[in-house]
């Protein structure tokens, strides 16, 4: 089993910035060579789930939805068992509630299809 809690949600006005975190469980982390990736989605009031940012085991490869490229950085902390996701820019629209994602297939995560989900952190940016 994979717990995702995610923390660093909030209100902040557009053009502001925000920094979520997802911290994962110990024991599920610390196993490295289990190859978790990892992503961020939101759900926005009415709307869909919709993908924003993932990340592979070491880091090194990114994808982005197109909405995020250019102002949201995903990165993560094998050591500390967390993703981050960095939101510089923030729009209205950018209003939702933020979901962590784990799986250990990118495919499956990439189109929402994982198995792990945490429980959701809300932002909202005000005009």
């Known amino acids: 089993q994979v717990q995702l809690v995610e923390s660093g949600g909030g209100l902040v006005q557009a053009g502001g910035s925000l920094r979520l975190s997802c911290a994962a469980s110990?024991?599920?982390?610390?196993?490295?060579?289990?190859?978790?990736?990892l992503g961020w989605f939101r759900q926005a009031p009415g709307k869909e789930r919709e993908f924003v940012a993932a990340?592979?085991?070491?880091?090194?490869?990114?994808n982005y939805a197109d909405s995020a490229k250019g102002r949201f950085t995903i990165s993560r902390d094998n050591a500390k068992n967390t993703v981050y996701l960095q939101m510089n820019s923030l729009k209205p629209e950018d209003t939702a509630v933020y979901y962590c994602?784990?799986?250990?297939?990118?495919?499956?995560?990439?189109?929402?299809?994982?198995?792990?989900w945490g429980q959701g952190t809300q932002v909202t940016v005000s005009s």
């Open positions: 994602a784990a799986d250990l297939k990118p495919e499956k995560l990439l189109r929402g299809m994982n198995d792990y």
């Open positions: 110990e024991h599920t982390f610390s196993t490295y060579a289990m190859g978790w990736y």
């Open positions: 990340i592979s085991k070491s880091g090194g490869r990114t």
